[in-house]
């Protein structure tokens, strides 16, 4: 049970490059053993944060190096950094003996410096990469550089073949080349069409009698078999022409295609539905480029989503064959895993649900964000594992295929009863262990690492309530590097697996948010590491050492000089659970520990995505509203950031918590903020404000209509009104789909509890908005036109999307924010 007396005492977090000790990954991580309260540095510049310069184009804070990677020799690092006063990016290379922030590549060479994304042959000899489409191979040995494709067509998903020969995607075709002679071949075409019936003999009494009676009729059809004979024969007996087309169903799409490393087998996935635009809904914009009203087209809401599933196909290369591998040889492949909420909805209609079993949907696993693909074949080609989901997001399943008889293995199941996470789903073989799988899996209640050999048990490799992530398998498969929260929820470091012993050891001890790539020697890591207060830069280290090199500096003096307020990191005791609530407190400048008087005004922003973590100790993606918070903290406010039930980086059972009920449970945490701050910030209940955009705007809207008494005030930024306009992807794990459940979405909905407005109340909502949709704000608006509100103003930006660009629609935004708090707190 989680101590709720906590501590006062701040404890202070270990900042320098090196300092706090790490624990090991087998150590069990409890609440207790996390600090109450971290402080963080705050910056003491001459100049005070204005609301105009915090919402400012963000060249100001420096122009911060992006999408980093190593050099092909592991020598240097590469990266991206921002023009000044433009949108276009200039690429450096900073060598790791070099000084400063590197050189300037020039454009005729930037096809040299390889890829975050590299290939390696077997035997080590060969690293290919792609540049702007085309193929690209190093021989390691000699430095030589190769350009093995010049078209206009985009390579893709390569990999060397146990032949030695280089394999990519084009398309839906697969072509393989000999990186030492150049010579290419297509493998394999795809074609989601009928495949084509030839000639067809006359049928009908009157085809029959044309072909009797009309010579050029029957001389024409004798032409035409004759050419279709011969050019078969052709095929068969000339081994330099390609005929290896397959056909999977006109009306089909192509999800996935992956091939084997031996080159004599592909596993294709195939669907009916069609992407998430094409029968989607039309958005106006109203400033478009040539003065007219432009119809754009946007993503279908999950109200309109139908149930899909998906079709797996081998296709074996070398005995010329397609086969469908059936999913009924999963386990719960058929069960009525919502027979309870089928049940329940039933009985809210009067009426009475049986349950019954029926084969579900089941697609290829999309998981949100990894670079892999949900196909991954083992190091020979000789076995496959194919990550699948369900459709109602019950089930993961890890299955592997029984190539004698042609049909899937289950290798592993993930169930659970709110949804199965859409991300960490990385999964692979061990790189020297053919017959071993590896994956994250939550069924712990936090992600962590397992192996599992093909007839064997599966084993958990890490434990603790923290967060397993990114992993990394080093060639040798000796080990895995992974990112962890081990320390502090909120504190990211790189840690290393030894396969054979099972131990971890931290490779990073920085007390932030740290990112990582190992090198392509795999003797070295390039670290991606930010500060609460200070944005991201580059840092290198060796594998297993302890000393920290940082490689740019591309913050900007003005912001050093820049007086900005950092927040403390917080556990706030939460009301209805054992763990606590992270949260980031902004203290006013002249705020003396201890005060007393009730007398201080606070604002709680809810922070956006729902599964998202704020109160971390690296730089964070509000950047704009962590120097809104500190200009609020100069007015004299209280500011708290809070990651409530449903956010990131707390494992499974803080994430489901709203399965079902959003709006609930994040409120009830909102609560118990308002209350920790007045009794540990001597803030008055009766001078709160909340404010917040996307998730956060819906969650703003939930406070102040589900619980009026709590703000005096709120602010709603690019809002959801209602979920069943929502996408599908997101919106159907937490809350079913509306035609299943729709007590889920009417009990978490705002639209629904309009008439509790009682509040004031600043919509904000961006027009060409294609992810929250314009017309939410719309349709809520008319609900309190026709409840009769009166407290409730809304603000439009024609020409912003769901994230604005800007800096003047940002200004607007936040002065209305302002003038908000300022009239009624």
């Given amino acids: 049970m989680y101590n709720k007396s906590l501590i006062a005492l701040a404890v202070t977090a270990c900042i320098s490059l090196t300092g706090c000790k790490t624990t090991n990954s087998t150590q069990q991580v409890t609440a207790q053993s996390f600090p109450s309260v971290v402080e963080t540095t705050t910056h003491q510049g001459p100049e005070t944060i204005t609301l105009k310069q915090a919402m400012a184009h963000p060249d100001w804070l420096g122009r911060q190096p992006e999408r980093a990677f190593w050099s092909l020799d592991s020598s240097a690092v590469h990266y991206s950094r921002k023009q000044a006063g433009n949108e276009l990016r200039d690429t ?123 010579d050029f009729v029957a001389l024409t059809h004798k032409n035409t078999k004759d ?119 039933a009985k809210a209609e009067g009426k009475t649900y049986k349950s019954q079993n029926a084969p579900r949907h089941i697609n290829l696993m999309m998981d949100w964000g990894w670079s892999q693909s949900a196909i991954q074949w083992n190091q020979s080609g000789a076995q496959v594992a194919i990550m699948l989901e369900a459709f109602d997001n019950k089930d993961r399943w890890i299955a592997t295929v029984d190539f004698k008889q042609n049909k899937l293995v289950s290798q592993h199941r993930l169930h659970d ?62 080990s895995i590097f992974y990112k962890a929260n081990k320390k502090h929820p909120g504190i990211y470091e790189i840690y290393k697996l030894d396969l054979t012993t099972g131990e971890s050891s931290a490779q990073t001890d920085l007390n932030g948010m740290t990112d990582y790539q190992l090198s392509p020697d795999e003797t070295k890591l390039l670290l991606t590491h930010s500060k609460l207060a200070l944005p991201p830069e580059l840092y290198v280290s060796n594998v297993d050492g302890e000393k920290v090199t940082r490689l740019t500096n591309t913050v900007s003096e003005k912001f050093l000089n820049t007086q900005l307020i950092a ?94 009920h959003m709006g609930k449970p994040e409120i009830e945490d909102l609560a118990d903020g308002v209350n920790w701050m007045a009794e540990n910030a001597n803030v008055n209940k009766d001078r709160v404000g909340t404010y917040g955009g996307s998730y956060g705007g819906f969650m703003t809207f939930m406070a102040l209509l589900t619980r009026p008494e709590l703000f005096q005030a709120g602010a709603a930024l690019r809002p959801v009104s209602d979920w069943a306009y929502y996408n599908n992807p997101y919106t159907s794990n937490i809350l079913n789909h509306p035609d299943v459940d729709p007590i889920a979405y009417k009990r978490s909905s705002p639209i629904y509890f309009a008439e509790g407005l009682e ?67």
Wanted: glycine share 6%; charged share 25%; net charge neutral.
């Fill in 417 to 478: 009863k709110a949804w199965v996470n859409y991300t960490y789903n990385n999964f692979g073989w061990l790189n020297q262990q053919d017959d071993t799988l590896y994956y994250l899996s939550e069924e712990s209640g936090y992600s962590h690492i397992y192996t599992k050999p093909l007839n064997g048990k599966a084993k958990q490799l890490t434990k603790g309530q923290f967060v397993v992530s990114e992993l990394t398998q080093t060639r040798n498969s000796q």
């Fill in 567 to 660: 927040p403390k990191v917080v556990a706030v005791p939460s009301s209805h659970t054992d763990q606590p609530i992270y949260a980031k407190v902004y203290y006013p400048r002249d705020y003396k520990e201890g005060e007393t008087g009730k007398a201080r005004k606070a604002v709680i922003f809810n922070h956006g995505a729902g599964y998202l973590q704020n109160s971390h100790l690296g730089w964070s993606g509000y950047f704009r509203e962590f120097m809104f918070h500190s200009f609020l903290a100069e007015q004299g406010y209280v500011v708290m950031d809070m990651d409530y039930r449903a956010s990131k980086g707390y494992g499974r059972d803080w994430r489901t918590a709203i399965y079902r």
């Fill in 92 to 214: 450096f290379t900073r060598s790791l003996t070099g000084e400063g922030n590197g050189q300037l590549v020039s454009l005729d060479k930037l096809h040299t410096l390889g890829a975050k994304q590299l290939t390696f042959s077997q035997d080590n000899k060969w690293v290919a990469y792609t540049f702007k489409g085309n193929i690209f191979a190093l021989e390691q040995s000699s430095g030589q550089l190769k350009q093995l494709t010049l078209t206009d067509d985009s390579a893709s998903q390569l990999q060397f073949l146990t032949s030695g020969e280089l394999s990519y995607r084009v398309k839906d075709s697969f072509y393989k080349v000999n990186v030492e002679s150049g010579m290419r071949q297509q493998i394999v075409a795809l074609k989601a069409a009928d495949k084509p019936q030839g000639v067809a003999e006359p049928t009908s009494y009157i085809a029959k009698e044309q072909h009797k009676l009309i």
């Fill in 227 to 345: 050419k279709e004979n011969y050019n078969q024969r052709l095929t068969e007996q000339n081994n330099s022409i390609m005929n290896d087309t397959y056909y999977l169903g006109k009306g089909n799409r192509i999800v996935s295609a992956v091939l084997s490393p031996a080159g004599d087998k592909l596993i294709t996935v195939i669907t009916e539905s069609k992407p998430w635009r094409d029968d989607g809904d039309i958005m106006p914009n109203y400033i478009g480029q040539n003065g007219e009203i432009v119809a754009e087209k946007v993503r279908r809401r999950v109200a309109d989503t139908k149930p899909s599933g998906s079709e797996l196909i081998l296709i074996d290369l070398t005995e010329n064959t397609q086969t469908t591998l059936p999913f009924d040889t999963l386990p719960g492949f058929d069960e009525d895993v919502l027979a309870d909420v089928k049940a329940e909805n």
């Fill in 759 to 825: 509040k004031p109340l600043l919509i904000n909502a961006p027009m060409i908005d294609d992810n929250v949709f314009f017309q939410d704000v719309v349709r809520l608006v008319q609900r309190f036109i026709e409840l009769e509100k009166e407290n409730y103003e809304t603000a439009i930006y024609p020409v912003e999307p769901h994230g604005f660009k800007q800096p003047s629609s940002w200004l607007d935004e936040y002065r209305r924010i302002y003038k908000l708090f300022e009239q009624n707190l």
